[in-house]
């Protein structure tokens, strides 16, 4: 007779432990741990079968606040780490959290592989446009005229976008949330871990230190309304007091603009729908910056292939399939061999 033990019924505070979250008062990574743990539970996965694994930074104390397992690794590398851990055992559900200085600067080249390969894996990135462990130096996503100890007269660096470097890498899922939008991001983050393949959300975060209020013009209550956009697959792209405003292709051209339903000729049938398959489309939303544009909030793409995690483990066992079994002492012992004697 098989008898099954059902899961236990965990909580969030399962999923906190008992170390001192050090982070300064106000940070949004208080609010990213909470959506976190928040999450966790709804996954229906044994904490034992959970990993985070960090490179350096803020956001890289993440697994020391998080009662799974968890590698505080070194700067940038966390992807490489993680790829390993996937690897050696599929079964586990692996979290990379990162910043945009670890994941986007010294740690590009190793988020670019992990996106291109679609190893199965989540990526929190955690973007507050500049390096706050160290004291405020200037990142890959900070703005032009960004004033800061490494820039004083103002930093003259073209800012990367981090949705557009996941698209550019080949990532067949990339989302947006915003730290304070506990309403939003456990669902993003339980889309991004039912992905077959590697996930990529970029997560807006305060720095209440080095560089505070530097999304207010969308995430602040009086402006989200006209200068953000929650999109939703199949649901007009549409946003504004009771959906005024949305978006559509200009005509004559591939560029996306603004219009209001009833003025000009336009009417409901005009605006875009959400295609979150739509590599295209999904390019064109993340790069809507304001003040000209709202930012857009939610799953930008999602068009899931095989992922690495599933071909290598194929691939291994149809090398199993061709071969006999191995014997060790006969490999040592084949071959061109010699004794060394007295």
């Keep these: 007779m098989n008898v099954t033990t059902p899961l236990e019924k965990l909580t969030p505070k399962d999923f906190a432990t008992d170390q001192e979250v050090r982070w300064c008062p106000g940070c949004g990574d208080y609010a990213i741990l909470k959506a976190v743990q928040k999450t966790m539970p709804e996954l229906d996965v044994p904490r034992e079968n959970i990993v985070f694994v960090s490179g350096i930074g803020c956001s890289s104390r993440f697994p020391y606040y998080m009662a799974t397992y968890g590698f505080h690794t070194i700067h940038g590398r966390a992807p490489a780490f993680a790829t390993g851990v996937k690897l050696a055992n599929p079964d586990l559900s692996v979290w990379i959290v990162t910043g945009d200085g670890d994941g986007l600067s010294i740690g590009g080249n190793h988020l670019l592989h992990i996106l291109r390969r679609n190893v199965d894996v989540q990526i929190l990135l955690f973007n507050n446009e500049i390096y706050g462990l160290t004291k405020g130096q200037y ?204």
Aim: glycine share 8%; proline share 7%.
């Design 139 to 342: 990142s890959p996503t900070s703005r032009l005229g960004t004033r800061s100890p490494s820039t004083p007269t103002g930093s003259i660096d073209n800012p990367l976008s981090p949705t557009e470097f996941a698209l550019g890498a080949g990532a067949r899922f990339v989302a947006r949330g915003i730290d304070t939008q506990q309403k939003y991001l456990p669902d993003l983050f339980k889309r991004a871990h039912a992905h077959a393949g590697a996930s990529f959300v970029e997560i807006f975060q305060n720095c209440i230190v080095y560089n505070d209020g530097v999304f207010t013009e969308f995430t602040d209550k009086a402006a989200a309304e006209d200068h953000q956009i929650h999109v939703e697959h199949g649901k007009p792209l549409r946003f504004g007091k009771d959906g005024a405003k949305g978006l559509r292709v200009k005509p004559g051209s591939f560029d996306l603009e603004i219009v209001t339903p009833s003025e000009n000729g336009v009417t409901d049938a005009d605006i875009l729908l959400h295609d979150e398959t739509s590599h295209t489309l999904a390019n064109l939303l993340a790069a809507m910056q304001p003040p000209h544009f709202p930012m857009a909030i939610g799953v930008l793409y999602c068009n899931p292939i095989e992922s690495y995690t599933a071909r290598i483990s194929q691939q291994i066992e149809e090398a199993k399939a061709k071969a006999p079994l191995g014997d060790l002492n006969a490999l040592l012992q084949s071959g061109h061999t010699w004794r060394v004697s007295d």
